[in-house]
């Protein structure tokens, strides 16, 4: 998979996937990682835990600290199994394996195996490690990881566990830190601004997994920030909940922008697609003509086990929503 978007992959992401690579040896087995919403959904439990021990082949030992979504857990738990795991290719006789050795406290969304013991969705999502207070935190794709304080965490995932499983949750909580952080100017990626780049991150999609139609305008300035591919992604998503004849413009707006790069394009037509949005269908068409072909895509290492996660291109994306129109 060719990554065609600028190099600006977020920095905790990297940093994990160069310490998978270097510190377990490549298996011949590849997965296709799910998107953050199919993790949560598909989970029954939302958990912090402290591990006790991990091995690569019998699992995780936990200890329940705090369920924070779904019935009550607690005492130790077994993590034996995944449940969101498509495998693309395997060889050599290895299976999935747990690597969360150096792991002390991990938030967890899990899901209840036929063996008695619990299930994350893959050996690489699914759960959230914490050191020194601080989350590495997958809020849209474990390729794309932020690093939030638990303050900010717990509340803003418990609530996007809450939603997908038609609960109430704390909107006053929620209210004020998007209008907190989506108020600022979009953060650029520098050592200077990369925590408030993390925190519009969470916001904004939080937004998305929330499919909140307020705060609208202060989605606009992130649309349409093409120095910053990431928080473009993630305004593209959090106006899914969006369905106007404004938003429509913006979108369209943003696949026309010659300095856009594919990846937030493919991302908004997705948007669009969720709008079923039968008058665009001849535009669609056109703009599809013009698209571009190129490949795009997470990035990262070629011997990443997730390496057959795929993005269409703009083109195919915008091609096959004509079609379905």
């Not at 006790?52 to 199994?81: F, H, W, Y």
């Amino acid at each position: 998979m060719l990554f065609q978007t600028k190099p600006t992959c977020f920095i905790i992401s990297l940093l994990w996937t160069l310490t998978f690579l270097t510190t377990h040896p490549v298996l011949a087995l590849t997965w296709k990682e799910p998107w953050h919403e199919q993790v949560v959904q598909k989970a029954d439990y939302f958990v912090i835990a402290k591990v006790i021990s991990s091995d690569p082949e019998k699992g995780v030992t936990a200890t329940v600290i705090r369920t924070l979504g779904g019935n009550e857990l607690t005492g130790n738990i077994k993590i034996n199994d995944f449940y969101l795991l498509d495998i693309c290719s395997r060889s050599g006789g290895h299976g999935p394996e747990f690597h969360l050795d150096k792991a002390d406290t991990c938030y967890f969304f899990l899901k209840q195996n036929t063996s008695g013991g619990y299930s994350i969705a893959t050996p690489t999502t699914g759960f959230a490690t914490v050191f020194g207070k601080k989350v590495r935190a997958t809020y849209r794709h474990s390729y794309h990881q932020a690093r939030v304080s638990q303050e900010v965490y717990e509340p803003t995932m418990t609530a996007i566990f809450r939603k997908y499983h038609n609960l109430d949750y704390d909107k006053i909580f929620v209210n004020n830190f998007l209008s907190r952080y989506l108020r600022l100017p979009p953060a650029k990626i520098n050592e200077d601004q990369m925590e408030t780049f993390f925190l519009q991150h969470a916001a904004l999609e939080t937004m998305y997994h929330l499919g909140l139609n307020n705060n609208y305008t202060l989605i606009l300035p992130f649309l349409h920030d093409s120095k910053n591919f990431h928080l473009q992604i993630s305004a593209a998503r959090a106006l899914s909940g969006i369905n106007t004849a404004d938003s429509k413009k913006h979108l369209i707006d943003l696949l026309s922008d010659k300095e856009t790069e594919n990846f937030p394009k493919t991302v908004a037509v997705w948007t669009l697609a969720s709008y079923n949005p039968k008058e665009l269908k001849d535009l669609l068409r056109k703009l599809a003509s013009k698209a571009s072909e190129e490949e795009t895509g997470f990035g990262g290492n070629i011997m990443d086990p997730r390496i057959c996660t795929r993005i269409p291109s703009v083109k195919v994306a915008l091609t096959e929503l004509s079609e379905q129109l």
